[in-house]
């Protein structure tokens, strides 16, 4: 069985500022890990995905996360905010292989908002 | 990139009708797609895993005769909401897999709002 948490529903941060949203995963077999974004009323967009290669991984958007396995952790980071990074952010496991492999199980997904 | 597009964007329909959504991968085939609902504030929930030529598998909790999936091509993956009531108004998310290539990675449509009156 799989599943994440996101520690805070709801982030603010000043323009400028480093972004910091935080995910850690409960999984019994070797995870991949995802980053979604979702602007209002879309789909989501992938960020970036941890799939056993480097532990840091770099996506779109400036976003990078970290995979950290003693923490059980895939937190993002941006260094400095932009108006446009407000939207909402969700943290995804899948199993890295076999059966069921595609299937995604998200987080409750943190709220950026950016203050000007 | 791929690209997963769903119709309609949005439909408001009476209760007790039907509602059809199409999810559609349009520049690769998709042999799984997955259903997802969204309510206001929270997180993607799956509903069902659509299969190519086979019967979809539904997740607990989701009543198969009342969310119909119909996954007819390689390309094309159908949701319908059976006799809609207003506690199905939800947005409604698909995705499909880039099987082969990048089997890590799925893509997913824009979502469709269904409001039930």
């Known amino acids: 069985a799989q599943s994440v948490t996101q520690l805070g529903s709801h982030v603010s941060v000043s323009e400028g500022a480093l972004v910091l949203l935080r995910c850690n995963y409960s999984?019994?077999?070797?995870?991949?890990l995802f980053w979604y974004v979702q602007y209002p009323n879309q789909g989501l967009q992938l960020l970036l995905k941890y799939t056993s290669a480097a532990t840091l991984v770099k996506g779109i958007n400036g976003f990078e996360a970290e995979f950290k396995k003693s923490e059980t952790s895939f937190h993002l980071t941006k260094p400095s905010a932009h108006m446009s990074d407000a939207a909402e952010y969700f943290c995804a496991v899948s199993p890295q292989a076999g059966a069921g492999s595609y299937q995604l199980t998200f987080g409750k997904g943190t709220k950026l908002s950016v203050i000007p | 990139g791929a690209v997963v597009s769903q119709h309609p964007s949005r439909v408001i329909c009476k209760s007790g009708t039907s509602v059809k959504i199409e999810c559609r991968s349009l520049?690769?085939?998709?042999?799984?797609m997955f259903w997802y609902r969204q309510f206001p504030k929270q997180s993607l929930m799956l509903m069902a895993t659509?299969?190519?030529?086979?019967?979809?598998?539904?997740e607990q909790g989701v009543e198969k005769d009342k969310f119909l999936i119909n996954h007819a091509s390689l390309t094309l993956s159908t949701l319908t909401v059976t006799s809609a009531h207003p506690e199905d108004s939800s947005f409604y998310i698909c995705?499909?897999?880039?099987?082969?290539?990048?089997?890590?990675?799925?893509?997913f449509g824009p979502g469709t709002r269904l409001t039930v009156l």
């Open positions: 520049d690769f085939q998709a042999t799984t």
């Open positions: 659509s299969n190519e030529g086979s019967k979809a598998t539904y």
């Open positions: 999984s019994s077999v070797p995870p991949y």
């Open positions: 995705s499909a897999p880039l099987a082969g290539v990048h089997t890590d990675t799925q893509y």
